[in-house]
C-alpha cells in the first residue's frame, strides 16, 4: 500500500477517531513499524499546516487529533455557546504543579512540599484524568508514584511536557470543567515555586 494510500486512511481514521489516535495503534493497523508511522503522520500534520487552511493535525505523546486552527478560535467562540470556565482551585493548582514539575513523585513528596495533606487533592485530580499512577518508588513502603496524564496535555494545550510554562505562569491555567471556581488568578508563594523547582532532600521517599 503506497504511502499517499495510507495517509489518506489515516487522515479517515483521525477525523473519525476524534480522541487522540496513538501511532503504535495505527501502526498496527497497518502492519507497519510504529516509527514509518509517525512519520507518514508528522508528514499528514506538515501538509495540514503547509494548507493554511481551517483544521490542524495535532501531536500529543505519539498521538495524533485532528483539531481547528487557533487562529479561528473567536468565530467558533462567536458561533458556540459560550462556555463558562473554570479556573483550578488553589489547592488543585499547587497538586498539579507539583506532580507535574516534579513527576513521578510520591504523596509524601506533594505534603512536604505544600506542607498540608493532599489526598483528596490528588483523588479529585485522578477522577478528572489529569493525573495517574506512574509505579512505585523503591523507598520503604513502595509509596506510589504520581504523573499527569495524556489528558492533561489534551486540556492544557501542550503537545509534551517541554511545553510547561514557567512557574510565574502557572496560576493562567484554565480548563473547561466543573473544578471548584478560584476568585481571580490562582497564586503560589514564592518559597512553593522554589521548592518545586530546586526540590527537596529525600523527593519520591515515603
Known amino acids: 500500500m503506497a504511502n499517499e ?3 489518506s486512511a489515516v ?5 473519525v477517531w476524534g ?3 496513538e501511532a503504535k495503534a495505527c501502526a498496527e493497523l497497518f502492519n507497519l513499524p510504529t516509527s514509518d508511522m509517525l512519520h507518514i503522520m508528522r508528514d499528514l500534520s506538515n501538509e495540514y499546516e503547509e494548507r493554511g487552511g481551517g483544521l490542524r493535525i495535532r501531536e500529543l505523546d ?3 487529533q485532528i483539531v481547528t486552527n487557533p487562529e479561528n478560535d473567536d468565530y467558533i467562540k462567536k458561533l458556540c455557546t459560550p462556555v463558562r470556565t473554570r479556573r483550578l482551585s488553589q489547592a488543585a493548582l499547587e497538586v498539579l504543579a507539583v506532580i507535574a514539575y516534579k513527576q513521578p513523585v510520591a504523596k509524601s513528596v ?3 512540599i505544600r506542607g498540608i495533606k493532599s489526598d483528596r487533592v490528588i483523588e479529585g485530580l485522578m477522577a478528572k484524568e489529569l493525573v495517574e499512577e506512574k509505579g512505585r518508588s523503591n ?3 513502595r509509596p506510589i508514584l ?8 489534551e486540556l492544557f494545550g501542550f503537545e509534551s511536557l517541554k511545553d510547561l510554562p514557567e512557574l510565574e505562569d502557572i496560576g493562567t ?3 473547561d470543567d466543573d473544578y471548584e471556581e478560584f476568585d481571580g488568578p490562582a497564586e503560589m508563594s514564592d518559597e512553593l515555586k522554589d521548592q518545586i523547582t530546586m526540590g527537596l532532600d529525600g523527593e519520591n521517599e515515603d
Open 11 to 15: 487522515e479517515s481514521l483521525l477525523f
Open 19 to 21: 480522541e487522540p489516535l
Open 146 to 153: 504520581y504523573g499527569t496524564t495524556r489528558k492533561f496535555l
Open 62 to 64: 505519539k498521538a495524533f
Open 173 to 175: 491555567l484554565i480548563i
Open 139 to 141: 523507598a520503604i513502603g
Open 110 to 112: 506533594i505534603d512536604q
Open 5 to 7: 494510500n495510507i495517509k
